[in-house]
């Protein structure tokens, strides 16, 4: 099982983030150990690149990426000679042919950040921990909200899953790289950033004006619903995420509950290691999740021994808020047979993204390098998991406080056990 640490990024957290090993839930990597594409095009080249290739000085494989790439330069060339505003500026063309490059691979994952966008990306907050409380999608054409936290400015703002930011302060944002676009919704505390957004089914752009703050985020609330069963909620897949659910298990259990709600609704993921240690304290052994390159290999990440819940009856709930480490935790408890999904579609966020720094600092490329796959080798990003049990979260019921998702958990369970009664 691999130990890379992946990250995810919060509005309210250290910008910091953006810079861990591997994506998970809307994070970037910084990645190594690829061939620079920068060294395709020399910035110090002559302004015109003439095509003499000697094919006897080139091996087959040599000769066929110059024939392949004989049209490029051609064009080149007719730019240099015959655009009518010269002279062209020869580093704006190689950065246009990566992003044209990486375009043309259909992926929206998949990008490139000039010198300045990835600098600005990786830059440090000083230690500001303030937003509007939101988890953010970095790696599409727009930065996505994935869910906004409980209880957070974002929330109570009325901000969605899926609303995608196109303005900021009133300046268009859209073509602009999420992971730099991010920079501008955080901000102080007390201060007030106006939002932009594109909903689905909107006839418009939605205005929102979100006041910043300092964001706080337990790991997860515990509560014993009528009937005797145990609820836990958990917020977020990090560092200290094991250790609290570890901690509210043992509570939980002590009181023997008859069954367990596990509350994935909203949570928008974190760290791979976390998603692992959190399903092997549901799944006893075997597969948690499978990892697939391009080239067919797979990781396989199984369930660490030792899990303290892996015998109670179970219900995982999941909205369009679930995402990444969520997704790999209800996806395993669902091919695993240990417990049943209630609720609406997960996300959809299954693949893994490398940031990759081109040589002589000129900026940086994204590629998707991998996918996540459930233990019976589902795909999870664009399509989601589907709940076993689909029931709707209107906002007439959240305006009146009712959580028919979570009553028909608590139904599921208590159904189940009394069938498990009879004689």
Request: hydrophobic share 40%; aromatic share 6%; glycine share 12%.
């Amino acid at each position: 099982m691999s130990g890379r640490s992946v990250a995810k990024i919060l509005l309210g957290l250290s910008l910091g983030l953006l810079t861990a090993c591997a994506v998970f839930a809307a994070g970037i990597a910084v990645g190594a150990g690829v061939p620079a594409l920068g060294t395709l095009i020399s910035r110090d080249a002559s302004p015109l690149w003439p095509w003499n290739p000697d094919p006897a000085a080139s091996d087959p494989a040599q000769s066929g990426q110059d024939e392949l790439f004989q049209p490029f330069w051609e064009a080149w060339n007719i730019v240099h000679q015959q655009f009518v505003d010269q002279p062209v500026d020869d580093t704006q063309l190689m950065q246009g042919a990566i992003r044209g490059m990486m375009d043309a691979l259909g992926d929206e994952h998949s990008s490139y950040m000039d010198p300045d966008e990835y600098l600005q990306a990786n830059l440090p907050l000083d230690g500001s921990y303030e937003g509007i409380g939101a988890w953010v999608d970095t790696e599409g054409e727009y930065l996505t909200i994935v869910s906004p936290m409980p209880d957070s400015p974002a929330e109570r703002a009325g901000l969605q899953p899926g609303d995608q930011v196109i303005g900021i302060d009133g300046q268009d944002v859209t073509g602009q790289d999420p992971s730099v676009v991010v920079r501008s919704v955080l901000g102080p505390a007390g201060s007030t950033v106006h939002l932009t957004i594109q909903r689905e089914g909107a006839e418009a752009p939605l205005e929102f004006d979100v006041p910043r703050a300092r964001i706080e985020i337990p790991s997860l609330e515990t509560e014993t619903l009528d009937g005797g069963i145990a609820y836990l909620h958990l917020f977020t897949f990090g560092e200290q995420t094991t250790d609290d659910l570890r901690a509210a298990l043992r509570e939980l259990l002590a009181q023997n509950p008859r069954g367990l709600i596990f509350d994935l609704r909203g949570n928008g993921g974190g760290l791979l290691a976390t998603a692992v240690d959190v399903a092997s304290e549901f799944i006893g052994d075997g597969v948690v999740m499978v990892e697939r390159y391009g080239d067919g290999r797979e990781e396989i990440y199984t369930a660490e021994t030792g899990g303290l819940a892996t015998e109670i009856p179970l219900v995982v709930l999941i909205d369009g808020g679930s995402a990444s480490a969520s997704e790999i935790v209800a996806g395993a408890i669902q091919d695993r047979g240990r417990g049943s999904l209630v609720g609406e579609t997960s996300f959809g966020k299954g693949s893994v993204q490398q940031w990759i720094p081109l040589g002589d600092d000129a900026g940086a490329v994204r590629v998707t390098v991998a996918r996540w796959l459930t233990p019976d080798r589902r795909q999870i990003g664009d399509v989601g998991l589907t709940p076993d049990v689909e029931v709707e979260l209107t906002e007439e019921d959240m305006a009146a406080g009712r959580d028919p998702q979570l009553e028909r958990a608590r139904e599921l369970l208590l159904e189940g056990l009394a069938a498990t009664a009879l004689p």
